[in-house]
Protein backbone atom coordinates (compact mmCIF):
# COMPACT_ATOMS: atom_id res chain seq x y z
CA UNK A 1 0.00 0.00 0.00
CA UNK A 2 1.22 3.55 -0.41
CA UNK A 3 2.84 5.65 1.85
CA UNK A 4 -0.22 7.33 4.41
CA UNK A 5 2.10 10.55 5.29
CA UNK A 6 2.58 13.18 3.43
CA UNK A 7 6.53 14.27 3.09
CA UNK A 8 7.14 18.30 3.13
CA UNK A 9 11.25 19.34 2.68
CA UNK A 10 11.54 22.97 1.99
CA UNK A 11 14.81 23.85 0.23
CA UNK A 12 14.30 27.24 0.74
CA UNK A 13 11.76 29.38 2.34
CA UNK A 14 12.15 27.44 5.79
CA UNK A 15 11.80 30.11 8.63
CA UNK A 16 12.83 32.38 6.57
CA UNK A 17 12.25 34.71 2.86
CA UNK A 18 13.75 34.10 -0.27
CA UNK A 19 14.65 31.51 -2.69
CA UNK A 20 11.24 29.79 -2.52
CA UNK A 21 11.66 25.52 -2.78
CA UNK A 22 9.59 22.75 -1.51
CA UNK A 23 9.95 19.41 -2.08
CA UNK A 24 6.49 17.03 -1.30
CA UNK A 25 6.10 14.00 -1.48
CA UNK A 26 2.80 12.40 -1.78
CA UNK A 27 1.36 8.69 -2.23
CA UNK A 28 4.93 8.33 -3.92
CA UNK A 29 4.82 11.19 -6.35
CA UNK A 30 7.30 13.77 -5.95
CA UNK A 31 7.07 17.33 -6.64
CA UNK A 32 8.76 20.14 -6.28
CA UNK A 33 6.86 23.62 -5.85
CA UNK A 34 8.69 26.49 -7.20
CA UNK A 35 12.19 26.79 -7.63
CA UNK A 36 13.49 30.56 -6.63
CA UNK A 37 16.72 32.41 -5.60
CA UNK A 38 17.48 34.49 -2.33
CA UNK A 39 17.91 38.48 -2.92
CA UNK A 40 20.31 38.30 -0.02
CA UNK A 41 23.14 36.36 -0.65
CA UNK A 42 25.66 36.60 -3.95
CA UNK A 43 27.15 33.23 -3.42
CA UNK A 44 25.98 29.67 -3.38
CA UNK A 45 23.56 30.52 -0.69
CA UNK A 46 21.72 32.10 -3.30
CA UNK A 47 20.07 29.12 -4.60
CA UNK A 48 18.09 26.26 -2.90
CA UNK A 49 19.86 23.66 -1.83
CA UNK A 50 19.60 20.53 -4.66
CA UNK A 51 22.20 18.26 -3.24
CA UNK A 52 18.66 16.83 -1.17
CA UNK A 53 17.89 15.66 -4.81
CA UNK A 54 20.68 15.56 -6.99
CA UNK A 55 21.78 11.78 -6.26
CA UNK A 56 21.10 10.14 -9.33
CA UNK A 57 18.13 10.80 -11.89
CA UNK A 58 16.89 13.79 -10.91
CA UNK A 59 14.06 13.25 -13.69
CA UNK A 60 13.12 9.77 -12.26
CA UNK A 61 13.24 11.33 -9.09
CA UNK A 62 10.75 14.03 -9.01
CA UNK A 63 7.36 14.02 -11.35
CA UNK A 64 6.76 17.62 -12.05
CA UNK A 65 8.14 21.37 -10.87
CA UNK A 66 5.62 24.02 -10.36
CA UNK A 67 5.92 27.71 -10.64
CA UNK A 68 3.54 29.74 -8.76
CA UNK A 69 4.51 33.18 -10.34
CA UNK A 70 7.20 35.00 -12.40
CA UNK A 71 8.75 36.68 -9.58
CA UNK A 72 12.83 35.77 -9.16
CA UNK A 73 12.30 34.54 -5.39
CA UNK A 74 10.12 31.90 -7.25
CA UNK A 75 11.84 31.08 -10.13
CA UNK A 76 15.08 32.66 -10.17
CA UNK A 77 17.12 29.05 -9.56
CA UNK A 78 15.25 27.31 -12.64
CA UNK A 79 17.13 27.13 -15.62
CA UNK A 80 19.99 26.00 -13.15
CA UNK A 81 18.03 23.55 -11.64
CA UNK A 82 16.79 22.27 -15.07
CA UNK A 83 20.00 23.36 -17.74
CA UNK A 84 22.86 22.39 -15.18
CA UNK A 85 21.65 20.13 -12.60
CA UNK A 86 20.44 18.40 -14.99
CA UNK A 87 16.09 18.14 -14.84
CA UNK A 88 14.30 17.33 -17.76
CA UNK A 89 10.75 16.53 -16.91
CA UNK A 90 7.71 18.65 -17.12
CA UNK A 91 7.49 21.99 -15.28
CA UNK A 92 4.27 23.65 -14.87
CA UNK A 93 2.95 27.15 -14.69
CA UNK A 94 0.51 29.73 -15.88
CA UNK A 95 0.32 31.25 -19.21
CA UNK A 96 1.59 35.04 -17.93
CA UNK A 97 3.99 33.35 -16.02
CA UNK A 98 5.42 31.65 -18.57
CA UNK A 99 5.28 34.98 -21.02
CA UNK A 100 7.54 37.05 -18.21
CA UNK A 101 9.25 34.47 -16.51
CA UNK A 102 12.01 34.53 -19.36
CA UNK A 103 12.62 38.24 -19.34
CA UNK A 104 13.07 38.18 -15.64
CA UNK A 105 15.54 35.70 -15.95
CA UNK A 106 17.55 37.39 -18.67
CA UNK A 107 17.48 40.92 -16.75
CA UNK A 108 18.85 38.87 -13.49
CA UNK A 109 21.72 36.70 -15.75
CA UNK A 110 22.45 40.07 -17.63
CA UNK A 111 23.14 41.86 -13.83
CA UNK A 112 24.81 38.86 -11.92
CA UNK A 113 26.71 38.19 -15.40
CA UNK A 114 27.44 41.23 -17.10
CA UNK A 115 28.00 43.84 -14.79
CA UNK A 116 29.23 41.58 -11.81
CA UNK A 117 31.77 39.14 -13.80
CA UNK A 118 30.04 35.68 -12.71
CA UNK A 119 31.36 33.12 -14.49
CA UNK A 120 29.15 29.42 -13.36
CA UNK A 121 25.58 30.98 -14.27
CA UNK A 122 23.17 29.84 -16.67
CA UNK A 123 22.86 31.50 -19.98
CA UNK A 124 20.55 33.26 -22.50
CA UNK A 125 20.15 29.67 -24.32
CA UNK A 126 19.90 27.83 -20.81
CA UNK A 127 16.62 30.22 -20.24
CA UNK A 128 15.34 29.03 -23.69
CA UNK A 129 15.97 25.81 -23.28
CA UNK A 130 14.40 25.62 -19.90
CA UNK A 131 11.32 27.53 -21.37
CA UNK A 132 10.95 24.83 -23.68
CA UNK A 133 10.06 22.21 -20.90
CA UNK A 134 7.34 24.62 -19.58
CA UNK A 135 3.41 23.30 -20.04
CA UNK A 136 1.09 25.90 -19.17
CA UNK A 137 -2.19 25.99 -17.46
CA UNK A 138 -5.29 27.27 -17.15
CA UNK A 139 -6.90 28.61 -14.46
CA UNK A 140 -9.50 25.69 -12.71
CA UNK A 141 -7.85 23.14 -15.30
CA UNK A 142 -7.16 19.42 -14.30
CA UNK A 143 -4.21 18.39 -15.32
CA UNK A 144 -3.34 14.99 -15.37
CA UNK A 145 0.39 14.74 -15.06
CA UNK A 146 0.28 10.97 -15.39
CA UNK A 147 -2.50 8.07 -14.04
CA UNK A 148 -2.36 9.21 -10.59
CA UNK A 149 -1.36 12.90 -10.33
CA UNK A 150 -3.44 15.48 -11.38
CA UNK A 151 -2.88 19.34 -10.59
CA UNK A 152 -5.17 22.43 -10.62
CA UNK A 153 -4.75 25.79 -10.78
CA UNK A 154 -6.71 28.79 -8.74
CA UNK A 155 -5.88 32.17 -8.97
CA UNK A 156 -4.09 34.09 -6.28
CA UNK A 157 -4.03 38.18 -7.21
CA UNK A 158 -0.49 39.16 -5.24
CA UNK A 159 0.88 39.56 -9.97
CA UNK A 160 -0.11 38.81 -13.25
CA UNK A 161 -0.33 35.17 -13.84
CA UNK A 162 0.24 33.91 -9.86
CA UNK A 163 -1.73 30.72 -9.12
CA UNK A 164 -2.15 28.48 -6.02
CA UNK A 165 -1.74 25.07 -7.20
CA UNK A 166 -4.01 21.89 -5.82
CA UNK A 167 -2.42 18.67 -6.48
CA UNK A 168 -3.94 15.34 -6.01
CA UNK A 169 -2.16 11.37 -5.56
CA UNK A 170 -4.43 8.76 -5.29
CA UNK A 171 -6.06 9.75 -1.70
CA UNK A 172 -4.02 12.61 -0.47
CA UNK A 173 -3.67 15.60 -1.33
CA UNK A 174 -2.32 19.09 -0.97
CA UNK A 175 -2.62 22.66 -1.71
CA UNK A 176 0.53 25.48 -2.37
CA UNK A 177 -0.44 28.78 -2.49
CA UNK A 178 2.55 30.60 -3.47
CA UNK A 179 2.24 34.51 -2.72
CA UNK A 180 -1.25 35.19 -2.91
CA UNK A 181 -3.41 38.30 -2.23
CA UNK A 182 -7.03 38.34 -0.44
CA UNK A 183 -7.63 41.50 -0.78
CA UNK A 184 -8.47 42.74 -4.49
CA UNK A 185 -6.59 46.02 -5.59
CA UNK A 186 -6.88 49.20 -8.52
CA UNK A 187 -5.66 46.19 -11.22
CA UNK A 188 -5.60 42.41 -9.63
CA UNK A 189 -8.56 40.70 -8.21
CA UNK A 190 -8.57 38.47 -4.92
CA UNK A 191 -6.89 34.99 -4.18
CA UNK A 192 -9.52 32.60 -4.38
CA UNK A 193 -9.85 28.69 -3.90
CA UNK A 194 -13.13 26.27 -3.24
CA UNK A 195 -13.27 24.07 -0.37
CA UNK A 196 -10.95 21.59 -1.82
CA UNK A 197 -10.48 20.17 1.98
CA UNK A 198 -6.59 19.63 0.84
CA UNK A 199 -4.66 17.07 3.46
CA UNK A 200 -2.45 19.69 3.66
CA UNK A 201 -2.31 23.35 2.69
CA UNK A 202 1.23 24.61 2.03
CA UNK A 203 0.86 28.85 2.55
CA UNK A 204 3.65 31.82 2.82
CA UNK A 205 3.24 33.46 5.89
CA UNK A 206 5.66 37.07 5.01
CA UNK A 207 2.83 38.95 7.20
CA UNK A 208 2.05 36.39 9.86
CA UNK A 209 1.81 39.19 12.61
CA UNK A 210 0.20 42.24 9.95
CA UNK A 211 -2.95 43.33 10.39
CA UNK A 212 -3.00 45.91 7.57
CA UNK A 213 -4.69 49.32 8.33
CA UNK A 214 -7.21 50.54 5.73
CA UNK A 215 -6.06 50.54 2.05
CA UNK A 216 -7.34 53.84 1.45
CA UNK A 217 -5.22 55.49 4.30
CA UNK A 218 -2.49 53.85 3.26
CA UNK A 219 -2.93 55.53 -0.28
CA UNK A 220 -3.70 58.71 0.96
CA UNK A 221 -0.37 58.62 2.98
CA UNK A 222 1.66 57.79 0.42
CA UNK A 223 0.26 60.74 -1.78
CA UNK A 224 0.88 63.20 0.62
CA UNK A 225 4.28 61.91 1.17
CA UNK A 226 5.47 61.67 -2.66
CA UNK A 227 3.43 65.27 -2.91
CA UNK A 228 5.21 67.30 0.10
CA UNK A 229 9.09 65.97 -0.81
CA UNK A 230 8.40 66.93 -4.39
CA UNK A 231 6.92 70.46 -3.65
CA UNK A 232 10.28 71.35 -1.50
CA UNK A 233 12.03 70.41 -4.57
CA UNK A 234 13.03 66.77 -3.50
CA UNK A 235 13.41 64.05 -5.62
CA UNK A 236 11.13 60.63 -4.58
CA UNK A 237 12.86 56.82 -5.38
CA UNK A 238 9.90 54.31 -5.18
CA UNK A 239 11.70 50.50 -5.43
CA UNK A 240 9.57 48.02 -7.18
CA UNK A 241 9.90 45.04 -9.33
CA UNK A 242 8.95 45.61 -13.13
CA UNK A 243 5.23 44.28 -12.62
CA UNK A 244 2.77 43.77 -9.75
CA UNK A 245 3.06 46.83 -7.32
CA UNK A 246 4.60 49.25 -9.86
CA UNK A 247 1.44 49.24 -12.17
CA UNK A 248 -0.53 50.02 -9.23
CA UNK A 249 1.19 52.85 -7.34
CA UNK A 250 1.83 54.25 -11.01
CA UNK A 251 -1.99 54.19 -11.73
CA UNK A 252 -2.56 55.93 -8.27
CA UNK A 253 0.20 58.73 -8.77
CA UNK A 254 -1.58 58.83 -12.53
CA UNK A 255 -4.69 59.51 -10.95
CA UNK A 256 -3.81 61.91 -8.51
CA UNK A 257 -1.35 63.82 -11.20
CA UNK A 258 -4.24 64.25 -13.07
CA UNK A 259 -6.55 65.71 -10.36
CA UNK A 260 -4.53 68.25 -9.05
CA UNK A 261 -2.60 69.52 -12.34
CA UNK A 262 0.89 68.62 -11.04
CA UNK A 263 3.78 68.74 -13.73
CA UNK A 264 6.60 67.39 -11.55
CA UNK A 265 8.11 64.70 -13.86
CA UNK A 266 7.49 61.00 -13.03
CA UNK A 267 9.83 58.44 -14.64
CA UNK A 268 9.63 54.58 -14.59
CA UNK A 269 12.68 52.43 -15.46
CA UNK A 270 12.95 52.39 -19.26
CA UNK A 271 11.28 49.68 -21.23
CA UNK A 272 9.71 48.36 -18.48
CA UNK A 273 6.33 50.27 -19.25
CA UNK A 274 6.01 49.00 -22.43
CA UNK A 275 6.81 45.61 -21.97
CA UNK A 276 4.42 45.52 -19.09
CA UNK A 277 1.66 47.41 -21.20
CA UNK A 278 1.68 44.98 -23.43
CA UNK A 279 1.18 42.19 -20.93
CA UNK A 280 -1.41 43.75 -19.46
CA UNK A 281 -3.08 44.01 -22.53
CA UNK A 282 -2.10 40.55 -23.57
CA UNK A 283 -3.73 38.67 -20.27
CA UNK A 284 -6.30 41.19 -19.58
CA UNK A 285 -8.58 38.25 -18.59
CA UNK A 286 -6.11 37.76 -15.30
CA UNK A 287 -6.92 41.78 -14.03
CA UNK A 288 -9.76 42.58 -11.90
CA UNK A 289 -13.61 43.57 -13.34
CA UNK A 290 -12.93 47.30 -13.52
CA UNK A 291 -9.93 46.89 -16.01
CA UNK A 292 -11.83 44.67 -17.63
CA UNK A 293 -14.66 46.84 -18.29
CA UNK A 294 -12.91 49.91 -18.96
CA UNK A 295 -10.07 48.48 -21.07
CA UNK A 296 -12.09 48.97 -24.70
CA UNK A 297 -12.54 52.88 -24.11
CA UNK A 298 -9.55 53.53 -21.87
CA UNK A 299 -6.46 51.41 -21.08
CA UNK A 300 -5.37 52.01 -17.97
CA UNK A 301 -1.72 51.11 -18.51
CA UNK A 302 -0.98 53.96 -21.21
CA UNK A 303 0.40 56.43 -18.40
CA UNK A 304 0.40 59.92 -19.47
CA UNK A 305 2.67 61.81 -16.63
CA UNK A 306 4.81 58.62 -16.40
CA UNK A 307 7.40 58.56 -18.67
CA UNK A 308 10.48 56.31 -19.97
CA UNK A 309 14.01 56.92 -17.49
CA UNK A 310 17.45 57.89 -18.95
CA UNK A 311 20.42 57.79 -16.67
CA UNK A 312 21.06 61.49 -17.47
CA UNK A 313 17.91 61.95 -15.56
CA UNK A 314 19.29 61.14 -12.45
CA UNK A 315 21.67 63.97 -11.80
CA UNK A 316 18.64 66.51 -13.38
CA UNK A 317 18.20 69.53 -10.80
CA UNK A 318 14.62 69.72 -9.43
CA UNK A 319 12.28 67.88 -8.44
CA UNK A 320 11.29 64.27 -9.73
CA UNK A 321 9.73 60.54 -8.72
CA UNK A 322 11.15 57.70 -10.16
CA UNK A 323 9.96 54.08 -10.35
CA UNK A 324 13.45 52.15 -10.13
CA UNK A 325 13.66 48.03 -10.24
CA UNK A 326 14.35 45.90 -8.60
CA UNK A 327 12.32 46.45 -5.13
CA UNK A 328 14.56 45.86 -2.32
CA UNK A 329 17.70 47.61 -3.63
CA UNK A 330 20.30 44.89 -4.16
CA UNK A 331 20.86 45.49 -7.84
CA UNK A 332 20.17 47.09 -10.92
CA UNK A 333 19.07 51.03 -11.66
CA UNK A 334 17.39 51.14 -7.92
CA UNK A 335 20.69 50.87 -6.37
CA UNK A 336 22.11 53.13 -8.63
CA UNK A 337 20.29 55.81 -7.83
CA UNK A 338 20.15 55.61 -4.60
CA UNK A 339 23.42 56.13 -3.91
CA UNK A 340 23.02 59.22 -6.01
CA UNK A 341 20.01 60.59 -4.29
CA UNK A 342 21.01 59.13 -0.43
CA UNK A 343 23.16 61.72 0.67
CA UNK A 344 20.56 64.71 0.48
CA UNK A 345 18.49 65.29 3.39
CA UNK A 346 15.44 66.76 0.87
CA UNK A 347 15.38 63.21 -1.16
CA UNK A 348 13.25 60.47 0.23
CA UNK A 349 13.30 56.97 -0.49
CA UNK A 350 9.26 55.07 -0.63
CA UNK A 351 9.86 51.59 0.30
CA UNK A 352 6.32 50.19 -0.77
CA UNK A 353 7.53 45.97 -0.06
CA UNK A 354 8.65 43.09 1.61
CA UNK A 355 12.74 43.17 1.82
CA UNK A 356 14.25 40.16 2.07
CA UNK A 357 17.42 40.24 5.25
CA UNK A 358 20.62 41.20 3.90
CA UNK A 359 19.44 43.25 1.08
CA UNK A 360 20.11 47.23 1.61
CA UNK A 361 16.54 47.74 1.05
CA UNK A 362 16.08 45.69 4.23
CA UNK A 363 19.65 47.41 6.13
CA UNK A 364 17.75 50.97 5.07
CA UNK A 365 14.31 50.09 6.64
CA UNK A 366 16.32 49.34 10.17
CA UNK A 367 17.67 52.54 10.50
CA UNK A 368 21.41 52.06 8.91
CA UNK A 369 23.14 55.38 7.60
CA UNK A 370 26.30 54.08 6.89
CA UNK A 371 25.49 50.86 4.35
CA UNK A 372 28.63 49.50 2.88
CA UNK A 373 28.24 47.98 -1.09
CA UNK A 374 30.28 47.29 -3.94
CA UNK A 375 32.15 50.30 -4.25
CA UNK A 376 32.00 52.11 -1.05
CA UNK A 377 29.89 53.36 1.54
CA UNK A 378 26.59 55.01 1.25
CA UNK A 379 25.99 57.94 3.70
CA UNK A 380 22.04 57.72 4.23
CA UNK A 381 20.67 61.04 4.87
CA UNK A 382 17.23 61.30 2.68
CA UNK A 383 13.61 60.27 4.19
CA UNK A 384 12.84 56.49 4.56
CA UNK A 385 9.61 55.40 4.67
CA UNK A 386 7.82 52.36 4.63
CA UNK A 387 4.25 52.17 3.08
CA UNK A 388 3.36 48.55 2.85
CA UNK A 389 1.99 48.26 -0.57
CA UNK A 390 2.92 44.91 -0.45
CA UNK A 391 0.45 42.03 -2.38
CA UNK A 392 0.50 39.55 -0.38
CA UNK A 393 -2.19 38.12 2.48
CA UNK A 394 -1.97 39.66 5.98
CA UNK A 395 -2.54 37.31 9.07
CA UNK A 396 -6.17 38.08 8.01
CA UNK A 397 -6.07 36.47 4.68
CA UNK A 398 -4.34 33.79 5.39
CA UNK A 399 -6.41 32.62 7.96
CA UNK A 400 -9.44 33.21 5.78
CA UNK A 401 -7.73 31.19 3.32
CA UNK A 402 -7.48 28.18 5.87
CA UNK A 403 -11.10 28.16 6.23
CA UNK A 404 -12.07 28.87 2.73
CA UNK A 405 -10.02 25.83 1.51
CA UNK A 406 -11.32 23.62 4.66
CA UNK A 407 -7.57 22.45 4.94
CA UNK A 408 -6.78 19.67 7.77
CA UNK A 409 -3.27 20.36 8.00
CA UNK A 410 -1.50 23.76 7.53
CA UNK A 411 2.29 24.39 6.89
CA UNK A 412 3.80 27.97 7.14
CA UNK A 413 6.48 28.92 4.64
CA UNK A 414 8.25 31.91 3.32
CA UNK A 415 8.19 33.95 6.72
CA UNK A 416 10.57 34.80 9.55
CA UNK A 417 10.21 31.82 12.17
CA UNK A 418 9.21 33.98 15.25
CA UNK A 419 6.62 35.28 13.48
CA UNK A 420 5.74 32.11 11.89
CA UNK A 421 5.35 30.81 15.85
CA UNK A 422 3.01 33.21 16.51
CA UNK A 423 0.41 32.62 13.76
CA UNK A 424 0.91 28.63 13.98
CA UNK A 425 -0.06 29.33 17.51
CA UNK A 426 -3.41 31.25 16.66
CA UNK A 427 -4.25 28.57 13.67
CA UNK A 428 -4.29 25.99 16.11
CA UNK A 429 -5.98 27.94 19.40
CA UNK A 430 -8.87 29.71 16.66
CA UNK A 431 -8.79 27.38 13.72
CA UNK A 432 -7.98 23.91 15.63
CA UNK A 433 -5.55 22.65 12.88
CA UNK A 434 -2.65 21.36 13.75
CA UNK A 435 -0.02 23.95 12.08
CA UNK A 436 3.51 22.97 11.41
CA UNK A 437 6.73 25.76 10.25
CA UNK A 438 9.72 23.58 9.47
CA UNK A 439 13.31 24.75 8.57
CA UNK A 440 15.15 24.26 5.37
CA UNK A 441 16.27 20.93 5.15
CA UNK A 442 14.38 19.81 8.02
CA UNK A 443 11.37 16.63 6.95
CA UNK A 444 7.96 17.02 8.13
CA UNK A 445 6.23 13.72 8.10
CA UNK A 446 2.06 14.67 8.31
CA UNK A 447 -0.45 11.68 8.61
CA UNK A 448 -2.84 11.62 6.01
CA UNK A 449 -6.52 9.82 6.57
CA UNK A 450 -7.02 7.36 3.96
CA UNK A 451 -10.28 6.64 3.58
CA UNK A 452 -10.70 2.56 2.92
CA UNK A 453 -13.08 1.34 -0.32
CA UNK A 454 -15.24 -1.67 0.95
CA UNK A 455 -17.57 -3.76 -0.67
CA UNK A 456 -20.60 -3.91 1.28
CA UNK A 457 -22.67 -6.92 1.25
CA UNK A 458 -26.56 -6.84 -0.47
CA UNK A 459 -27.39 -9.22 2.69
CA UNK A 460 -26.42 -7.10 5.20
CA UNK A 461 -27.76 -3.93 3.51
CA UNK A 462 -31.13 -5.39 3.32
CA UNK A 463 -31.23 -5.83 6.91
CA UNK A 464 -31.75 -2.25 6.78
CA UNK A 465 -35.34 -1.57 8.07
CA UNK A 466 -38.06 -0.29 4.69
CA UNK A 467 -37.94 3.52 4.36
CA UNK A 468 -41.50 5.31 3.26
CA UNK A 469 -42.13 8.18 0.91
CA UNK A 470 -42.95 11.37 2.91
CA UNK A 471 -46.79 10.69 2.07
CA UNK A 472 -46.60 7.54 3.78
CA UNK A 473 -47.79 5.89 0.75
CA UNK A 474 -45.10 2.96 -0.17
CA UNK A 475 -45.15 3.65 -3.15
CA UNK A 476 -41.18 2.75 -3.28
CA UNK A 477 -40.05 1.28 -0.33
CA UNK A 478 -36.08 1.76 -0.04
CA UNK A 479 -33.55 0.65 2.32
CA UNK A 480 -31.22 3.65 2.98
CA UNK A 481 -28.25 4.33 5.29
CA UNK A 482 -28.59 8.35 6.78
CA UNK A 483 -24.44 8.94 6.30
CA UNK A 484 -25.79 12.31 9.09
CA UNK A 485 -26.99 9.55 11.56
CA UNK A 486 -25.23 6.93 13.92
CA UNK A 487 -25.92 3.55 11.44
CA UNK A 488 -25.04 0.37 13.13
CA UNK A 489 -23.99 -2.66 10.66
CA UNK A 490 -22.94 -5.79 12.03
CA UNK A 491 -20.96 -7.86 10.34
CA UNK A 492 -17.42 -9.27 9.46
CA UNK A 493 -14.85 -6.96 7.91
CA UNK A 494 -12.49 -9.20 5.51
CA UNK A 495 -9.16 -7.98 4.23
CA UNK A 496 -6.97 -10.14 1.96
CA UNK A 497 -3.78 -9.37 0.04
CA UNK A 498 -4.67 -8.03 -3.81
CA UNK A 499 -8.32 -8.59 -3.16
CA UNK A 500 -10.58 -5.31 -2.08
CA UNK A 501 -11.40 -5.27 1.49
CA UNK A 502 -15.16 -6.75 1.70
CA UNK A 503 -17.97 -6.21 4.52
CA UNK A 504 -20.02 -9.29 4.74
CA UNK A 505 -22.89 -11.32 6.65
CA UNK A 506 -21.19 -13.58 9.08
CA UNK A 507 -22.41 -16.36 7.35
CA UNK A 508 -21.23 -15.14 4.08
CA UNK A 509 -17.86 -14.40 5.91
CA UNK A 510 -17.52 -17.96 6.64
CA UNK A 511 -17.98 -18.87 2.94
CA UNK A 512 -15.48 -16.63 2.21
CA UNK A 513 -12.68 -17.74 4.44
CA UNK A 514 -13.66 -21.60 4.48
CA UNK A 515 -14.59 -21.88 7.97
CA UNK A 516 -17.25 -24.61 9.46
CA UNK A 517 -20.10 -22.57 11.05
CA UNK A 518 -20.86 -22.60 14.62
CA UNK A 519 -23.90 -21.39 16.08
CA UNK A 520 -22.98 -19.63 19.60
CA UNK A 521 -26.26 -19.10 21.79
CA UNK A 522 -27.19 -17.75 24.57
CA UNK A 523 -29.77 -18.77 27.32
CA UNK A 524 -31.08 -16.36 30.37
CA UNK A 525 -34.17 -17.27 32.88
CA UNK A 526 -36.65 -13.69 33.82
CA UNK A 527 -39.24 -13.07 35.55
CA UNK A 528 -42.67 -12.64 33.81
CA UNK A 529 -44.63 -10.93 35.76
CA UNK A 530 -48.00 -11.75 34.61
CA UNK A 531 -50.25 -11.35 36.95
CA UNK A 532 -53.55 -13.68 37.42
CA UNK A 533 -52.02 -16.00 34.90
CA UNK A 534 -53.18 -19.60 35.75
CA UNK A 535 -51.69 -21.57 32.29
CA UNK A 536 -48.40 -21.47 30.70
CA UNK A 537 -50.48 -20.52 27.59
CA UNK A 538 -51.52 -17.20 29.29
CA UNK A 539 -48.28 -16.40 30.49
CA UNK A 540 -47.15 -16.80 26.80
CA UNK A 541 -49.88 -14.32 25.66
CA UNK A 542 -49.14 -11.70 28.40
CA UNK A 543 -45.80 -11.65 27.14
CA UNK A 544 -46.51 -11.30 23.55
CA UNK A 545 -48.54 -8.71 24.58
CA UNK A 546 -46.29 -6.38 26.79
CA UNK A 547 -43.84 -6.76 23.66
CA UNK A 548 -46.01 -5.40 21.10
CA UNK A 549 -46.98 -2.36 23.46
CA UNK A 550 -43.14 -1.93 23.93
CA UNK A 551 -41.22 -0.19 21.43
CA UNK A 552 -39.55 -3.01 20.63
CA UNK A 553 -40.17 -4.27 16.45
CA UNK A 554 -42.08 -7.16 17.20
CA UNK A 555 -43.31 -7.49 13.30
CA UNK A 556 -40.76 -10.87 13.56
CA UNK A 557 -42.12 -12.03 16.42
CA UNK A 558 -44.77 -15.06 16.05
CA UNK A 559 -47.04 -16.52 19.29
CA UNK A 560 -47.07 -19.81 19.16
CA UNK A 561 -48.66 -22.61 21.25
CA UNK A 562 -45.16 -23.16 23.25
CA UNK A 563 -43.20 -20.47 22.24
CA UNK A 564 -42.88 -16.95 21.34
CA UNK A 565 -40.79 -17.22 18.39
CA UNK A 566 -38.77 -14.64 16.18
CA UNK A 567 -35.11 -14.84 14.07
CA UNK A 568 -32.87 -17.06 16.39
CA UNK A 569 -34.96 -15.37 19.65
CA UNK A 570 -36.98 -18.34 21.15
CA UNK A 571 -39.38 -17.75 24.82
CA UNK A 572 -41.22 -20.37 26.50
CA UNK A 573 -42.59 -20.47 30.27
CA UNK A 574 -41.41 -23.47 32.98
CA UNK A 575 -44.43 -25.95 33.52
CA UNK A 576 -42.90 -26.22 37.03
CA UNK A 577 -43.40 -22.59 37.66
CA UNK A 578 -45.10 -20.21 35.46
CA UNK A 579 -43.64 -16.97 36.93
CA UNK A 580 -40.20 -17.56 35.01
CA UNK A 581 -40.11 -17.30 31.27
CA UNK A 582 -36.89 -18.90 29.67
CA UNK A 583 -35.00 -16.87 26.16
CA UNK A 584 -32.48 -18.34 24.31
CA UNK A 585 -30.92 -16.33 21.03
CA UNK A 586 -27.47 -16.06 19.44
CA UNK A 587 -25.44 -13.65 18.47
CA UNK A 588 -26.74 -11.85 16.16
CA UNK A 589 -30.04 -10.71 17.92
CA UNK A 590 -27.82 -9.87 21.36
CA UNK A 591 -29.35 -6.63 20.74
CA UNK A 592 -32.79 -7.80 19.80
CA UNK A 593 -32.62 -9.55 23.00
CA UNK A 594 -31.01 -6.93 25.47
CA UNK A 595 -34.21 -4.83 24.43
CA UNK A 596 -36.72 -7.47 25.31
CA UNK A 597 -34.86 -8.16 28.40
CA UNK A 598 -35.27 -4.48 29.33
CA UNK A 599 -38.63 -4.67 29.04
CA UNK A 600 -39.26 -7.47 31.84
CA UNK A 601 -36.85 -5.55 33.98
CA UNK A 602 -38.63 -2.33 33.93
CA UNK A 603 -42.27 -4.44 34.66
CA UNK A 604 -40.40 -5.85 37.88
CA UNK A 605 -39.07 -2.69 38.94
CA UNK A 606 -42.24 -1.15 38.58
CA UNK A 607 -44.56 -3.98 40.11
CA UNK A 608 -42.08 -3.50 43.10
CA UNK A 609 -42.35 0.00 43.75
CA UNK A 610 -45.99 -0.12 43.57
CA UNK A 611 -45.57 -3.11 46.49
CA UNK A 612 -43.58 -0.71 48.63
CA UNK A 613 -46.38 2.05 48.30
CA UNK A 614 -49.55 -0.49 49.56
Not at 202 to 207: M, N, R
Not at 273 to 286: D, G, P, R, V
Not at 349 to 361: E, K, Q
Request: charged share 25%; glycine share 6%.
Amino acid sequence: MANPSIQIVPLGAGQDVGRSCVLVKLNNKTVMFDCGMHMGYNDERRFPDFTYVSRGNLTQFIDAVIITHFHLDHCGALPFFSEMVGYDGPIYMTQPTKAICPILLEDYRKITVERKGETNFFTSLMIKNCMKKVITVDLHQTIHVDDSLDIKAYYAGHVLGAAMFHIRAGNQSLVYTGDYNMTPDRHLGSAWIDRCSPDVLITESTYATTIRDSKRCRERNFLNKVHACVAKGGKVLIPVFALGRAQELCILLETYWERNNLNVPIYFSAGLTEKANHYYKLFISWTNQKIKKTFVERNMFEFKHILPFEKGYVDAPGAQVLFATPGMLHAGLSLFVFKKWAPDPKNMVILPGYCVAGTVGAKVLKGQKQIEVEGGTIQVKMAVEHLSFSAHADAKGIMQLIGQSNAKNVVLVHGEKKKMAFLADRIKKELGRPCYFPANGESLFIESQTPLPVQLSRTLLKKRPLELEEDGQQREARRVINTQEKNEVKGVLILKNNVPVKFLDSEEAAEEIGLCKHNLEFTTVFDAGIARATTCDEVLQGIFSKLQSSAIDTSNLVLQREEIKGRSLRITVDTQNITKAKMRWNYEDEGWASSVLEVFADAVTQRRLSLAKM
